[in-house]
């Protein structure tokens, strides 16, 4: 089983920072909107079966399926944090 945090460097002629999702950045994210995996799927565009596998940890996910989850959690109010002592977590926009 994967258990490391996935890692997506953007290309070097595009700036902008790194992006990560975790399993459980991504179960909990989900967890926080209510979503079933059906309606993330939906949503993100992502299919089921990828899902349950970077869920699960038993794949690393590709780059543009990070970007479209992350883009599509951001857009429902949820947010990475990256305070120092809090990396990995999420919450929902204007939670603490």
């Known amino acids: 089983m994967i258990t490391r945090r996935f890692l997506v460097s953007r290309p070097a002629t595009q700036s ?4 990560s999702l975790s399993p459980a950045q991504c179960r909990a994210a989900r967890a926080l909107l209510a979503w079933t995996l059906d309606e993330l799927a939906d949503r993100s565009k992502v299919s089921k079966n990828t ?28 947010e990475f944090i990256t305070e120092p002592g809090r990396e990995g977590a999420v919450r929902r926009t204007g939670q603490d």
């Open 16 to 19: 902008g920072p790194r992006y």
């Open 51 to 78: 899902l349950n596998n970077l869920e699960t940890g038993k794949t690393l996910p590709q780059a543009s399926t990070i970007d479209a989850l992350r883009a599509c959690f951001e857009a429902a109010g949820i």
